[in-house]
């Protein structure tokens, strides 16, 4: 199923609780909300969230809590929650960064989140009840550049970040107040105590290549999959106790973002315009399975002015009358889960620089992967 939103590139989008709204970023300093009305089979907006002063770079849709925590190059966070006239009013967050905020996260209780940046930290944010406002605390330490991606462990203590310096490191940002529990130490923990609350640290590349584009653990934690931009999916495994790293070096275009549809296979998207499947085999090895858009090429029609303008806008060619044989025409921005049962992702959506925002089908996933050594 193919939604358009509108005319403008969706660099990010989120989902509410029952999949009814969408939250998506037009790539500008605004966030539009959308409701799907059954009776018109289409989504009217319902409200535009311009707090902002620059572009917006994230967004997160708590669903159990229904609250939307955006940040933006303007270096601020916000998070948004309903009132009673069905309007989104916005809380600032005192982040304290000197630079553009780059992405963020909730964690899976929902009560603190994540925001990356360019000022080479990571800001953890909570709720201050006595003071009424969301506050942060930083992690700074050893980060050294920008930080691209963030992911939280189901547990809610340990947080995977990926940075532009080419590595993914896994902090433990519990939190005793905040989380109302002990801090207890993971199967993700080393022995390498040198650096406080620096859970483990991996490099891409031993050459230095590929800076992180997305990252996400799976649904029980014990696999952690990253994509870069040296075109390669890696993944971190402690299912056997011990950290075990795979990586896969393709030969597609660098991908955006990644997620994980069961516990052993995931869909990666990027450049390349088309979601692909991969699993892990019994040898803890990445393995691509097949292309998920097995859409054919179509023949090209004529254009008018109007529409080669569009073209020129959403895919970057002045030339319209060549189209990509995928459903996407442009680079795939974000993968969001859509619908689940039994721990299996039957459904997820992904959004792209042409504007489009497409629900994906994964019912036959058993029959794609049957055969592979898994």
Not at 27 to 42: A, C, G, T
Not at 105 to 129: D, T
Not at 160 to 166: S, W
Request: net charge neutral; glycine share 6%.
């Amino acid at each position: 199923m193919e939604y358009n939103l509108g005319d403008n590139p969706v660099t990010s989008h989120s989902w509410n609780a029952n999949r009814t709204q969408i939250a998506v970023i037009p790539n500008s300093n605004e966030v539009q909300i959308y409701k799907y009305e059954p009776n018109l089979s289409d989504w009217t907006l319902l409200d535009n969230l311009d707090q902002h002063g620059l572009l917006v770079t994230g967004i997160d849709w708590a669903p159990n809590t229904n609250r939307i925590v955006t940040c933006s190059a303007d270096r601020n966070a916000y998070v948004w929650t309903i009132d009673d006239k069905g309007k989104w009013k916005p809380t600032l967050v005192l982040l304290r960064i000197s630079r553009a905020a780059t992405c963020v996260k909730w964690s899976p209780n929902e009560k603190k989140f994540a925001v990356g940046s360019g000022a080479q930290l990571i800001s953890v944010c909570y709720f201050e009840v006595e003071n009424d406002w969301w506050v942060s605390k930083h992690i700074k330490k050893p980060i050294r550049s920008t930080v691209t991606a963030l992911d939280w462990h189901p547990n809610n203590m340990v947080l995977a970040t990926g940075t532009a310096d080419f590595r993914v490191r896994l902090f433990n940002v519990h939190m005793k107040e905040v989380d109302q529990c002990q801090k207890v130490k993971t199967e993700w923990d080393t022995d390498d105590t040198s650096v406080p609350n620096l859970v483990a640290e991996f490099t891409n590349s031993s050459r230095g290549g590929g800076w992180i584009h997305g990252l996400a653990f799976n649904k029980t934690g014990n696999r952690l999959c990253w994509v870069a931009h040296d075109s390669s999916i890696t993944v971190a495994d402690v299912s056997k106790g011990s950290i075990v790293v795979n990586k896969l070096k393709t030969n597609e275009l660098p991908f955006i973002s990644c997620i994980w549809v069961s516990d052993r296979a995931l869909v990666a998207a990027g450049h390349g315009c088309c979601p692909m499947l991969y699993c892990i085999d019994s040898n803890n090895k990445v393995q691509f399975v097949s292309k998920i858009d097995s859409s054919q090429k179509k023949e090209a029609a004529g254009l008018s002015a109007m529409k080669k303008f569009q073209s020129l806008d959403r895919q970057a060619r002045i030339n319209s009358d060549y189209e990509l044989d995928t459903k996407h025409q442009n680079t795939l921005t974000c993968l969001r889960i859509h619908s689940e049962s039994n721990n299996t992702v039957t459904k997820f959506t992904s959004s792209g620089l042409d504007g489009k925002i497409i629900l994906w089908e994964l019912n036959s996933l058993d029959k794609l992967l049957q055969g592979l050594k898994i």
